[in-house]
């Protein structure tokens, strides 16, 4: 059976650049059965559901829902919900976690805050204090969305749970669906595709120790995409892993053509021109559908180290 993510990694559709963009995730937990449109297609109070949408709008926060692995019970109200921030600033990283037994609190947060990377509203709203546990492990597993996210993403799930990994949740959506199993990996906020489960637990055992596993990367969530595909490039150029010792400082031009600035800690600079182009030939994006596309890809056409000279004036203009 041809499904979208066969067809794409049949057609060696590149995945640098595509991952979903969030300086801050804010995830809730909400048990059962799940929408395309989850925040206002699940059993969540939809009029909650679409308060929360507009409320992040503009303000760089994500929101999505969560459960546990496994047979997803039927039932409306859990006495407590797990709620968990995350800001994947280089520099500002953070994860916070809550419970609460009512949603509706969520509405009392300062999404703005949250966005610039603030979490006092988390904490003083919601109880909210620093995660100490396992790195989360966010499975896409909406196949109402796309089916490749359930008949890929769950079975990693389970398995990664299974295995004994704590922090394994699954998650409403991380675009991408012809990439899945899918995966978003907190706190850094770097997200993988086409992910296995002996790569996962790579990625986390790295995550751990405060470094980036670049196999099967789609991206920083806290960058655009020509800014994902530009960092990814200067790893693979410098061999970098620290977790949060590149940052991108500037992007200059539009599509289809972006000149990238990535800045590590130590000082140096260095100029990434990025191009879109259409992945080709037309195939569909997603299950379900007969409509063919050529979704959007980032190709890096050059990196080049900036001297200090060069690296004070590209700052300046």
Same mark, same amino acid.
């Given at each position: ?11 060696? @559709? ?6 979903? &963009? ?6 809730? @937990? ?57 800001? #994947? ?6 994860? /916070?976690?809550? #419970? ?20 006092? #509203? ?17 499975? *896409? ?6 089916? *490749? *996210? ?15 990994? +704590? ?14 199993? &899918? ?18 637990? /790579? ?11 670049? @196999? ?20 693979? &150029?410098?061999? @970098? #892993? ?8 500037? &992007? ?20 990434? +021109? ?44």
């Amino acid at each position: 059976m041809s499904t979208c993510t066969t067809v794409s990694q049949d057609l060696d @559709e590149p995945i640098a650049g595509t991952a979903a &963009t969030a300086t801050t995730w804010l995830l809730l @937990e909400q048990p059962g059965p799940w929408g395309a449109k989850a925040l206002t297609q699940s059993h969540l109070d939809p009029a909650l559901g679409r308060a929360l949408e507009a409320a992040a709008q503009g303000t760089g926060v994500r929101i999505a829902l969560i459960r546990r692995p496994g047979r997803h019970a039927d039932y409306k109200r859990p006495s407590e919900r797990r709620v968990y921030a995350a800001h #994947t600033v280089p520099g500002g990283v953070w994860l /916070r976690t809550a #419970t609460v037994r009512d949603p509706r609190q969520l509405l009392e947060l300062d999404l703005a805050a949250l966005g610039r990377g603030e979490h006092h #509203t988390f904490d003083s709203v919601l109880g909210g204090h620093a995660h100490t546990g396992d790195p989360l492990a966010l499975v *896409c597993t909406n196949g109402k969305r796309d089916r *490749c *996210c359930a008949l890929l993403g769950r079975p990693l799930a389970a398995k990664l749970a299974a295995s004994g990994v +704590d922090g394994v949740w699954e998650v409403t959506h991380l675009g991408g669906h012809r990439f899945s199993p &899918t995966l978003l990996v907190l706190p850094y906020g770097y997200a993988y595709g086409r992910a296995e489960a002996d790569v996962v637990r /790579r990625v986390l055992d790295g995550v751990r120790e405060g470094r980036i596993v670049g @196999e099967g990367c789609r991206g920083n969530s806290a960058w655009e995409r020509p800014g994902q595909a530009a960092e990814l490039a200067v790893r693979r &150029t410098t061999g @970098e #892993t620290a977790a949060e010792a590149l940052s991108v400082v500037r &992007t200059n031009g539009a599509a289809p053509l972006w000149e990238v600035t990535v800045a590590h800690v130590d000082g140096r600079r260095w100029r990434v +021109d990025v191009a879109q182009g259409a992945a080709q030939p037309p195939r569909p994006e997603k299950c379900g559908t007969s409509v063919l596309g050529s979704p959007a890809r980032m190709d890096v056409v050059a990196v080049r180290e900036l001297r200090a000279t060069a690296t004070a004036t590209a700052l300046a203009g």
